[in-house]
């Protein structure tokens, strides 16, 4: 059980262009998800939290223009890298909690999907 | 600020060596805590957590973690650890100050047959 899939598990663009990443969750229902990025030999660095229903909330630093998260049902999040540049180019990570349904992230376990590898050209 | 401090970054050890890492927090308040494996191309796994209860924690494939509320730490162990074991492990803290899990920079374990 708990079981979190992304999609695409890699992509390369061209700079200007704009990709979407798709986080699932596939054997529950996922109050909050959570997106983060994770540099070569670095930790994860969590960019926003977003919870179904509601827009998400983004850590400092992270553009939300650029950056677009959308949580439309409990079991799919997306994270669309707008007008993505050279610097863009990461490992994003998506996790997925049970959580509460209380609008605020819970602290239950995270589990996480196996990321997706992004490199523009 | 808070943070979450891994003081090993690379570790080597010999097949059937012990293990122990190093993990601590800088938060005075409620903390859930976590450790996460990453194996060699695959995803974040956990292995153990601790909410509350008895701060001696179990895992999965014999690891363990003890809470050290008094030190800010929770320090994960092996007592023998097998080639598999390679892989890069990172502590999480979750607090609720701020309701995010917030991760350590992860220590990179090699085990050599």
């Known amino acids: 059980g708990a079981v979190v899939s992304q999609h695409p598990s890699w992509v390369i663009c061209k700079s200007g262009t704009s990709v979407k990443i798709e986080c699932r969750s596939l054997?529950?229902?996922?109050?909050?998800m959570f997106w983060y990025r994770q540099f070569p030999k670095q930790s994860l660095m969590l960019m926003a939290t977003s919870n179904e229903g509601s827009k998400a909330t983004y850590e400092q630093g992270v553009e939300k223009d650029k950056f677009l998260i959308n949580h439309a049902s409990l079991t799919l999040s997306t994270l669309t890298v707008t007008s993505a540049h050279p610097e863009d180019s990461s490992f994003y990570i998506c996790s997925a909690s049970p959580g509460t349904l209380s609008g605020r992230a819970s602290t239950d376990t995270q589990y996480f999907g196996p990321g997706t590898r992004l490199t523009v050209l | 600020a808070q943070s979450v401090s891994q003081h090993n970054h690379h570790v080597i050890l010999s097949e059937a060596a012990s293990l122990e890492l190093g993990c601590n927090y800088s938060?005075?308040?409620?903390?859930?805590l976590f450790w996460y494996v990453q194996y060699p191309g695959q995803h974040l796994q956990l292995l153990l957590k601790y909410f509350s209860g008895d701060p001696l924690v179990k895992g999965i494939k014999g690891f363990e973690a003890e809470f050290i509320k008094s030190k800010f730490s929770f320090n994960l162990r092996k007592p023998s650890v097998q080639w598999s074991d390679t892989a890069e492990y990172f502590c999480?803290?979750?607090?609720?100050?701020?309701?995010?899990?917030?991760f350590g920079s992860g220590t990179r374990l090699l085990v050599r047959p």
């Open positions: 999480a803290v979750w607090m609720d100050s701020s309701y995010k899990l917030i």
């Open positions: 054997d529950f229902q996922a109050t909050t």
């Open positions: 938060y005075g308040g409620t903390v859930n």
